[in-house]
């Protein structure tokens, strides 16, 4: 284990509470106000709680997150990209007291945990979109999700019921613990919310090439309603690790945060956060963590470098360019090493893939592996209201 990357801050957080105390928090909790959380606050408030984003070990109190607005790090200088925050109603911020406790509920009124107040704070909106999201268009999923919750926001540490844990749900000390007794003491992590395609393969081999494991970690938190849901895209890396993986360099599971689709920012910290969960590689690719138009097709790479890189981030980037099959070269390619026109080249957009699937047209095996397609296939042609958008 000592082996291993270290998590940021040193040591992984643990906020859940003990079995053994649960029955007593649950009825504390009767008497608590009460903050309803997101579905995405609710995912932070998971991935807080099992150490995936140490050395934070609450919602950020202001000193925090105007230290990761301002400078991608937290107020203590370790590196940090988004702020992860919890947003509270005008009467709440009127009525909650530094040092009280409150409990933390989904939208169903199920406790979730407890917070203790460390402060009330109001966000700068316009200041937070332009530095993280680098845009205050509304049109932004994620700003638009900012600007719904409101300016209000409580910070302060939290303690979390424990996990109802889901078949591939490893926490990051299970993923270490996997890491380890695998003997792998270099890891590369793929963050995807997409079917694995032929050129997202032959990132992940590539990089196999150069290290002894892959941690496949498709996110499973809330995305855009356009995204492919998460049980298909689970059907599809299971057909694909089984066909075309050595079972024994992967490692599949699932990753339980949500998309803010901030870019740059948000790639930065998926390779922070793959970094507590034990991975000392993470890939960087075209337009990673991004949706429309906001960012440069490359700007998440630059904002590796900028922040310092592997020294000061702790995990090294493999850094990709746009990849596709190339049929001249008869193999998979990038401008890095293919010398052929554009029409040699295999690339289709995820609508032209939907469109093809939706009209019972065949995916060319040269884009994705032909039991992906056939998953996909099955998952579309299914009667309106199932169907995927
Ligand atoms: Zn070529």
Same mark, same amino acid.
């Given at each position: 284990?000592?082996?291993?990357?270290? $998590? /940021?801050?040193?040591?992984?957080?643990? %906020?859940?509470? *003990?079995?053994?105390?649960? =029955?007593? @928090?649950?009825?504390? #909790?009767?008497?608590?106000?009460?903050?309803?959380?997101?579905?995405?606050?609710?995912a932070?408030?998971e991935?807080?709680?099992?150490?995936?984003?140490?050395?934070?070990?609450?919602?950020?109190?202001?000193?925090?997150?105007?230290?990761?607005?301002?400078?991608?790090?937290?107020?203590?200088?370790?590196?940090?990209?988004?702020?992860?925050?919890?947003?509270?109603?005008?009467?709440?911020?009127?009525?909650?007291?530094?040092?009280?406790?409150?409990?933390?509920?989904?939208?169903?009124?199920?406790?979730?945990?407890?917070?203790?107040?460390?402060?009330?704070?109001?966000?700068d909106?316009?200041?937070?979109?332009?530095?993280?999201?680098?845009?205050?268009?509304?049109?932004?999923?994620?700003?638009r999700?900012?600007?719904?919750?409101? $300016? /209000?926001?409580?910070?302060?540490?939290? %303690?979390?019921l *424990?996990?109802?844990?889901? =078949?591939? @749900?490893?926490?990051? #000390?299970?993923?270490?613990k996997?890491?380890?007794?695998?003997?792998?003491?270099?890891?590369?992590?793929?963050?995807t919310?997409?079917?694995?395609?032929?050129a997202?393969?032959?990132?992940?081999?590539v990089?196999?090439?150069?290290?002894?494991g892959?941690?496949l970690?498709?996110?499973?938190g809330?995305?855009?309603?356009?995204?492919?849901?998460?049980?298909?895209?689970?059907?599809c890396?299971?057909?694909l690790?089984?066909?075309?993986?050595?079972?024994?360099?992967?490692?599949?599971?699932?990753?339980?945060?949500?998309?803010?689709?901030?870019g740059?920012?948000?790639?930065?910290?998926?390779?922070?956060v793959?970094?507590?969960y034990?991975?000392?590689?993470?890939?960087?690719?075209?337009?990673?963590?991004?949706?429309?138009?906001?960012?440069?097709?490359?700007d998440?790479?630059?904002?590796?470098?900028?922040?310092?890189?592997?020294?000061?981030?702790?995990?090294? #980037?493999?850094?990709?360019?746009h990849?596709?099959?190339?049929?001249?070269?008869?193999?998979?390619?990038s401008?890095?090493t293919?010398?052929?026109?554009?029409?040699?080249?295999?690339?289709?957009?995820?609508?032209?893939?939907?469109?093809?699937?939706?009209?019972?047209?065949?995916?060319?095996?040269?884009?994705?592996?032909p039991e992906?397609?056939?998953?996909?296939?099955?998952?579309?042609?299914?009667?309106?209201g199932?169907?995927?958008?």
């Open positions: 284990m000592s082996a291993l990357v270290t $998590p /940021l801050g040193g040591s992984l957080v643990d %906020r859940r509470i *003990p079995q053994a105390e649960v =029955a007593e @928090a649950a009825q504390r #909790a009767e008497g608590l106000p009460a903050v309803e959380l997101s579905p995405s606050e609710a932070d408030l991935l807080i709680a099992d150490g995936a984003y140490s050395p934070i070990s609450g919602f950020l109190t202001r000193g925090d997150y105007e230290s990761v607005v301002d400078r991608a790090e937290l107020a203590g200088g370790t590196p940090w990209t988004l702020p992860i925050t919890l947003t509270v109603t005008e009467q709440q911020a009127a009525e909650l007291k530094q040092g009280q406790e409150v409990a933390l509920r989904d939208a169903e009124g199920g406790l979730c945990g407890l917070l203790t107040v460390g402060e009330v704070f109001r966000r909106v316009e200041r937070e979109a332009g530095e993280v999201y680098r845009t205050t268009d509304d049109a932004h999923p994620g700003v999700a900012m600007r719904t919750g409101g $300016p /209000l926001l409580v910070g302060g540490e939290v %303690r979390v *424990p996990a109802q844990a889901g =078949a591939l @749900a490893l926490t990051p #000390a299970q993923t270490r996997a890491i380890a007794e695998r003997d792998w003491t270099t890891v590369v992590a793929f963050q919310r997409n079917p694995v395609h032929r997202h393969e032959y990132l992940t081999k990089a196999l090439e150069q290290v002894d892959l941690l970690h498709p996110l499973v809330a995305t855009k309603d356009d995204d492919i849901p998460a049980p298909v895209r689970m059907r890396y299971d057909v690790l089984r066909n075309y993986y050595p079972a024994h360099r992967v490692l599949l599971a699932t990753f339980p945060a949500a998309m803010r689709y901030a740059p920012r948000e790639a930065v910290y998926h390779g922070l793959r970094r507590n034990g991975c000392t590689h993470f890939i960087i690719g075209r337009d990673a963590a991004g949706v429309g138009n906001y960012y440069g097709t490359y998440a790479q630059l904002l590796y470098d900028e922040l310092g890189g592997a020294e000061r981030l702790g995990y090294t #980037a493999f850094k990709f360019e990849t596709f099959w190339c049929n001249a070269c008869e193999s998979m390619a401008a890095r293919c010398p052929h026109d554009r029409e040699q080249h295999v690339m289709l957009s995820g609508t032209a893939v939907r469109k093809l699937l939706s009209d019972g047209g065949e995916v060319p095996h040269t884009f994705t592996r992906v397609a056939e998953v996909l296939r099955q998952a579309y042609s299914k009667p309106a199932e169907a995927l958008v």
